[in-house]
C-alpha cells in the first residue's frame, strides 16, 4: 500500500513540474519567461532589471556568427542609444570562462551565463544564434533563429 501511494505521490510531482513549467515557455505575443542566469560577477539578473524594448540573444563562444551579431547589435545600440537594450545570453556552461571570451572579443554589451541552461530551456533553444525581440510591456514580439536579417535590425534600432 505505501508503495502505491509513494508511485501516486511521485506521478502527481511529475504531472504537476510539467503543468507548472508550460507557463514558462518563450510564445511570441506572451510574457517572456524571467531569465534563471547571472551575471558574469555572479549576481542573479531578472528580465525586469532592463527596461523598455529589449533584445534578447543566446549566443556560444564556438558560434563564429554569434560573436559577428554581437559585435553588429553594439555598434547599432551606439549608434541609435537607448533605442534598445542589448542581453546577449552566453549557453556555453562550464566548459567555457566567458568572462575571458568577453575579454578577448572586446565585447561591451551585458552578457549574461545561462549556467543550467535553464533558461535556453524556457525560451527553447534550438541552436545559436537565437534571438527574441520583448517590447516594454514584457511581451515577446519576434524570435529570430539564426543571424536577424539586416531589414529587421534597421526596423528594431532605427525605426
Known sequence: MQNKLLKLFAIGAIMFGAV?????VATIGHKAPDLAAYD????????????????????????GRCVAELKEFEKLAEAHPNKVQLIAINVDGDK???KVVVEKRQLTLPVIKDQLK???ERYQ???????FVIDSDGKIQAKY???????????????
Not at 507548472?20 to 514558462?24: G, H, N, P, R, Y
Not at 549576481?43 to 556560444?60: A, M
Not at 533563429?145 to 525605426?159: Q, W
Open 96 to 98: 567555457v570562462d566567458t
Open 125 to 131: 533553444l534550438v541552436g545559436t544564434p537565437t534571438s
Open 145 to 159: 533563429e539564426g543571424a536577424i536579417p539586416p531589414a529587421e535590425l534597421d526596423k528594431l534600432f532605427a525605426g
Open 40 to 63: 558574469l560577477q555572479g549576481k542573479e539578473v531578472k528580465l525586469s532589471d532592463w527596461k523598455g524594448t529589449r533584445l534578447l540573444t543566446f549566443w556560444s563562444e564556438t558560434c
Open 118 to 120: 535553464i533558461t535556453a
Open 20 to 24: 507548472s513549467c508550460k507557463d514558462e
